[in-house]
């Protein structure tokens, strides 16, 4: 039988949960889809989600590093781009970059130093 492979699901390291669901839920739109602990007062590892993308967000030391930079290819840029701009998060402004290599690029950082690269691809690209 020949290997199959899905889609990735990274896991984001998080210090703060009511942080992670105003970025996550309240700034990017990002569906909260459940969470768990393993009692009330230990770390919690959540699962968020916008369209096919999956995120898992984890208080647990050793589940992710903080600054990882995650590469999210996607199509809409300029609609999300102006979905965020209309919130007015007083956090981030972002904005897109064409790169060399074909794709516009729009980063923003989580307020964990995660930084999630929303990209697609340039038209004729």
């Known amino acids: 039988m020949t290997p199959g492979f899905e889609r990735a699901i990274p896991v984001l390291r998080i210090f703060d949960l009511a942080k992670a669901r105003e970025f996550y839920e309240g700034f990017l739109g990002f569906s909260w889809d459940w969470e768990h602990r393993f009692e009330p007062d230990l770390p919690v590892f959540a699962q ?6 999956i995120l898992f967000l984890s208080e647990h030391f050793g589940d992710g590093t903080p600054g990882t930079k995650l590469i999210l290819r996607m199509s809409g840029l300029d609609a999300f781009r102006a979905e965020l701009l209309g919130k007015a998060y007083r956090h981030a402004r972002p904005g897109i970059a064409a790169q060399p290599w074909g794709w516009r690029d729009m ?8 930084r999630l690269v929303f990209s697609e691809a340039m038209e004729g690209a």
């Open 48 to 53: 968020v989600s916008r369209g096919g993308l």
């Open 107 to 114: 980063e923003v950082a989580d307020p964990f130093g995660n």
